[in-house]
């Protein structure tokens, strides 16, 4: 994020004690506690545009330089057995002293006589079991005793079935880890416990004649980017597009909060000022100044170490005229669709390494390799020295494309050059396709920031004939 080193701070905080397993969706793993329902617990220097670059020159330029163990239960009942030569029942209580037994039943013996006793246990009248042919294993006490049956064990009861999954609540969220379960009102899956990405982590839009894309990145925990997109008719019915692109400054107080705040703001007010037919770089500078003024207003709220802040690119096309303002070092960048004329940038960072530059104290490549050279010098927020919105206009000669963006897209392709090559050449007809294609190509460099690009074609309005 502008005006800070980079730092790493991972995927939310699973919230429990032990270090939940990884996840192939890379989500944080929620506590492993026991559902309510008493279930299973869940497993656990800058270029000015170049006057040669073939898109025609400024119209007019305004604006400085700004300061993460089984139930072994029986198989049979508890109840007494029954005798398997004469089906009456066997006393479960070995019967009373002085009955004589059966004649036709004789006790198993020790010595061998009657039935021959499958295991015998000892000399007198130890135990012995009885698995003569026709009859159940007895247990037998000794002569005079009638033959007992062993008892079974009690059965435990039958579990009862699981509750039937009732119907989802309509707008409930569905897990993007396991795909099965709910959110809760926490972002937490109640099935498998994994957090769910914000709605910030990864947005997109697309309308006919623009379109854009915000990812969180691979490491920041929270997306501190914003964008706004639209369209609207002018008096003289053409149609005028409008991108503003903001980049929230981590080191400050609510950073994701002041990029919001500035590009609803800036989107507002252009789209109550074009349609009256004011000046579209005019209503640019205008647009950015609404801006300050709602990230200003949330240094109101206590609490605050430090007032919001966020940096702003906009640009505005209309019927032949191209108008870009920005505050800050998020960039613009023109890209023809005949990629053998140059591309150019459009923006002027402020910067430490632009100030640098522009002093003639360093060259380009010295001051953005320095470590100071992302520390900005011109921002939206209260504690900003001064505010000077830079507007420019330009009426390009070719169709092209417009790519508006924060630094963690053009980190990976800081030139012209390098964003023409990366940017697809269809880009004027796909423009999604093409800000998807941009994002990640910086996630695939390391994502180390948060990522958010608009692609706005600019086809060149027909010659009037002679």
Same mark, same amino acid.
């Given at each position: 994020? %502008?005006?800070?080193?980079?730092?790493?701070?991972?995927?939310?905080?699973?919230?429990?004690?032990?270090?939940?397993?990884?996840?192939?969706?890379?989500?944080?793993?929620?506590?492993?506690?026991?559902?309510?329902?008493?279930? %299973?617990?869940?497993?656990?220097?800058?270029?000015?545009?170049?006057?040669?670059?073939?898109?025609?020159?400024?119209?007019?330029?305004?604006?400085?330089?700004?300061?993460?163990?089984?139930?072994?239960?029986?198989?049979?009942?508890?109840?007494?057995?029954?005798?398997?030569?004469?089906?009456? &029942?066997?006393?479960?209580?070995?019967?009373?002293?002085?009955?004589?037994?059966?004649?036709?039943?004789?006790?198993?013996?020790?010595?061998?006589?009657?039935?021959?006793?499958?295991?015998?246990?000892?000399?007198?009248?130890? &135990?012995?079991?009885?698995?003569?042919?026709?009859?159940?294993?007895?247990?037998?006490?000794?002569?005079?005793?009638?033959?007992?049956?062993?008892?079974?064990?009690?059965?435990?009861?039958?579990?009862?079935?699981?509750?039937?999954?009732? &119907?989802?609540?309509?707008?409930?969220?569905?897990?993007?880890?396991?795909?099965?379960?709910?959110?809760?009102?926490?972002?937490?899956?109640?099935?498998?416990?994994?957090?769910?990405?914000?709605?910030?982590?990864?947005?997109?839009?697309?309308?006919?004649?623009?379109?854009?894309?915000?990812?969180?990145?691979?490491?920041?925990?929270?997306?501190?980017?914003?964008?706004?997109?639209?369209?609207?008719?002018?008096?003289?019915?053409?149609?005028?597009?409008?991108?503003?692109?903001?980049?929230?400054?981590?080191?400050?107080?609510? &950073?994701?909060?002041?990029?919001?705040?500035?590009?609803?703001?800036?989107?507002?007010?252009?789209?109550?000022?074009?349609?009256?037919?004011?000046?579209?770089?005019?209503?640019?500078?205008?647009?950015?100044?609404?801006?300050?003024?709602?990230?200003?207003?949330?240094?109101?709220? %206590?609490?605050?170490?430090?007032?919001?802040?966020?940096?702003?690119?906009?640009?505005?096309?209309?019927?032949?005229?191209?108008?870009?303002?920005?505050?800050?070092?998020?960039?613009?960048?023109?890209?023809?669709?005949?990629?053998?004329?140059?591309?150019?940038?459009?923006?002027?960072?402020?910067?430490?390494?632009?100030?640098?530059?522009?002093?003639?104290?360093?060259?380009?490549?010295?001051?953005?390799?320095?470590?100071?050279?992302?520390?900005?010098?011109?921002?939206?927020?209260?504690?900003?020295?001064?505010?000077?919105?830079?507007?420019?206009?330009?009426?390009?000669?070719?169709?092209?494309?417009?790519?508006?963006?924060?630094?963690?897209?053009?980190?990976?392709?800081?030139?012209?050059?390098?964003?023409?090559?990366?940017?697809?050449?269809?880009?004027?007809?796909?423009?999604?396709?093409?800000?998807?294609?941009?994002?990640?190509?910086?996630?695939?460099?390391?994502?180390?920031?948060?990522?958010?690009?608009?692609?706005?074609?600019?086809?060149?309005?027909?010659?009037?004939?002679?």
């Amino acid at each position: 994020m %502008p005006g800070e080193p980079r730092h790493d701070f991972g995927a939310p905080a699973p919230r429990h004690a032990a270090a939940p397993a990884p996840d192939p969706a890379g989500f944080p793993a929620r506590p492993a506690t026991a559902p309510a329902s008493g279930g %299973p617990a869940p497993a656990p220097g800058p270029n000015a545009p170049d006057p040669g670059a073939g898109f025609g020159v400024p119209a007019s330029r305004s604006g400085g330089h700004g300061a993460a163990a089984g139930d072994a239960s029986a198989g049979a009942g508890g109840g007494p057995g029954t005798d398997g030569a004469y089906g009456g &029942p066997v006393s479960a209580a070995g019967g009373a002293p002085g009955v004589p037994p059966r004649p036709d039943h004789p006790p198993t013996l020790p010595d061998g006589s009657g039935h021959p006793p499958t295991r015998y246990d000892g000399p007198g009248h130890q &135990p012995t079991l009885h698995d003569g042919p026709g009859h159940e294993p007895t247990l037998h006490d000794g002569p005079g005793h009638q033959p007992v049956q062993v008892p079974a064990p009690p059965s435990a009861p039958p579990a009862p079935p699981a509750p039937a999954a009732g &119907p989802r609540p309509a707008g409930a969220r569905v897990c993007v880890a396991c795909r099965s379960g709910q959110v809760d009102t926490d972002g937490y899956c109640e099935n498998c416990g994994h957090a769910q990405p914000r709605e910030r982590d990864h947005q997109e839009e697309a309308l006919e004649s623009v379109a854009a894309v915000s990812d969180r990145g691979l490491r920041h925990h929270r997306n501190e980017d914003s964008f706004a997109v639209a369209a609207t008719a002018l008096p003289d019915g053409t149609t005028a597009t409008v991108a503003v692109v903001c980049d929230g400054v981590s080191s400050a107080s609510r &950073p994701d909060d002041a990029s919001a705040a500035a590009a609803a703001a800036a989107n507002e007010s252009l789209l109550s000022a074009l349609p009256r037919g004011a000046n579209p770089q005019q209503a640019m500078h205008e647009a950015i100044v609404s801006a300050a003024d709602a990230v200003n207003a949330l240094a109101a709220a %206590p609490g605050h170490q430090n007032a919001p802040a966020c940096t702003l690119v906009g640009a505005v096309v209309t019927h032949g005229i191209l108008v870009i303002g920005w505050v800050g070092d998020s960039r613009a960048y023109w890209v023809p669709d005949d990629r053998s004329a140059p591309p150019a940038r459009l923006t002027e960072d402020d910067s430490w390494a632009a100030q640098m530059v522009a002093a003639g104290l360093m060259g380009e490549a010295e001051a953005y390799a320095d470590v100071r050279a992302h520390a900005i010098t011109g921002w939206l927020g209260a504690d900003a020295y001064e505010l000077e919105p830079h507007t420019a206009a330009f009426k390009p000669d070719r169709p092209g494309v417009v790519v508006v963006c924060t630094d963690g897209l053009w980190n990976y392709a800081e030139s012209a050059e390098e964003m023409a090559r990366v940017l697809p050449a269809d880009a004027a007809a796909r423009p999604l396709h093409s800000a998807q294609v941009l994002v990640g190509h910086a996630l695939d460099g390391g994502g180390h920031d948060n990522v958010t690009v608009a692609v706005v074609p600019f086809p060149v309005a027909p010659r009037p004939h002679s």
